[in-house]
């Protein structure tokens, strides 16, 4: 499974330029907000799970913040961000993993995921995303998690999601991340079309087997 979703984002990327495909934000404003209500500072680990091409961690660099981590499944997407950064992308620790196969090998401040989530709709992924999210964030630490409202959209990029509200992804997550607030948004893609998001943050609080 995890080689066929590589190969679909690839040929996503391959295909489209990243302004072009319909998560592309100029500015993640609403991410961004979340991020500095954790109060992180400026030296802590922070990583964005599937962050690809998105523009985050360029507004993050510009904000100060020197340890950064981005992840994705798509080579294509990394190397698009990569170009775009030039001589500061080499501030940054570039993953390329599928998420639902890594083991984070240090502990992060702060996990934001603006649109990875959603896609894993079976139990067993969502499951391995989980551990590998109470692996890799610390204790005390904020989660940012993005998702399709229950009416938002029930495919994406040709494949089907998993819409939330929050009272489904807190059951999902479990009790050991307390929920301190979210952020809805109408996010307009590239085509002209709404998809509805809310964004959640969480504290990490363990304790989980």
């Known amino acids: 499974m995890s080689i066929s979703r590589r190969q679909h984002w690839e040929q996503v990327y391959r295909e489209k330029d990243v302004r072009e495909v319909s998560w592309y934000q100029p500015r993640p404003e609403v991410s961004l ?7 992180c500072p400026y030296d802590a680990p922070l990583i964005d799970i599937g962050g690809g091409a998105s523009t985050l961690v360029d507004c993050l660099l510009e904000g100060g913040y020197t340890d950064l981590s981005v992840l994705d499944i798509a ?3 990394l190397l698009a961000a990569q170009q775009r950064l030039g001589r500061q992308a080499e501030k940054v620790d ?18 934001h995921d603006r649109a990875v989530f959603h896609f894993l709709t079976g139990d067993a992924e969502r499951q391995a995303y989980i ?9 005390g630490g904020h989660l940012v998690i993005g998702a399709f409202t229950p009416d938002g959209p029930s495919m994406c990029s040709g494949l089907p999601v998993r819409r939330y509200s929050a009272g489904m992804l807190n059951q999902t997550l479990g009790e050991e991340f307390e929920l301190l607030g979210s ?4 996010h307009r893609t590239p085509a002209g079309k709404t998809q509805e998001f809310c964004f959640y943050l969480y504290v990490y609080r363990g304790g989980a087997g």
């Open 33 to 39: 907000e979340l991020s500095r209500l954790t109060g």
């Open 75 to 77: 080579e294509q997407a």
């Open 94 to 111: 570039w993953i390329q993993a599928d998420i639902t196969e890594y083991a984070p090998q240090r502990k992060y401040r702060l996990w």
């Open 131 to 139: 551990a590998a999210l109470r692996m890799g964030l610390q204790v």
């Open 183 to 186: 952020r809805e948004e109408g």
